[in-house]
């Protein structure tokens, strides 16, 4: 199993990118697929999730600025941001798991599979 994640960049504070996360060797439309982020000196924090069950979740701070949409015949998550803030400037990481329960989707740990990670930095 393979998840490259990819559309990092440096944008100015309100600016928008799009993050994409491509699955390979896995049965794509069953797994739960979340994004991460992790700044500097800081714990890895979950953003949000696109459940295999259809359903979408996001962290508080990101609900009316992060949309998480999904493209099952891709095998592609993407993570649309918009009105990008200073906080954050982290490095995102997509991960995916066949079994993860709702109440478990912020926990890191849970994850089976985890891209590589892409770096988005928004400068102030």
């Known amino acids: 199993v393979q998840l490259q994640a990819s559309g990092g960049g440096l944008v100015e504070t309100g600016g928008s990118l799009r993050l994409s996360c491509v699955a390979s060797?896995?049965?794509?439309?069953?797994?739960?697929i979340s994004w991460f982020r992790q700044a500097p000196g800081k714990d890895r924090e979950f953003v949000a999730a696109y459940r295999g069950t259809g359903t979408t979740h996001y962290r508080d701070s990101v609900k009316s600025r992060f949309t998480i949409s999904r493209d099952n015949a891709k095998n592609t998550v993407y993570l649309q941001m918009n009105s990008l803030k200073s906080e954050d400037t982290a490095v995102y990481y997509c991960?995916?798991?066949?079994?993860?329960?709702?109440?478990?989707?912020?926990?890191?740990?849970?994850?089976?599979?985890w891209g590589q990670g892409t770096q988005v930095t928004v400068s102030s």
């Open positions: 991960a995916a798991d066949a079994n993860i329960i709702l109440s478990r989707l912020r926990f890191s740990d849970d994850y089976d599979y």
């Open positions: 060797g896995l049965t794509f439309r069953r797994y739960s």
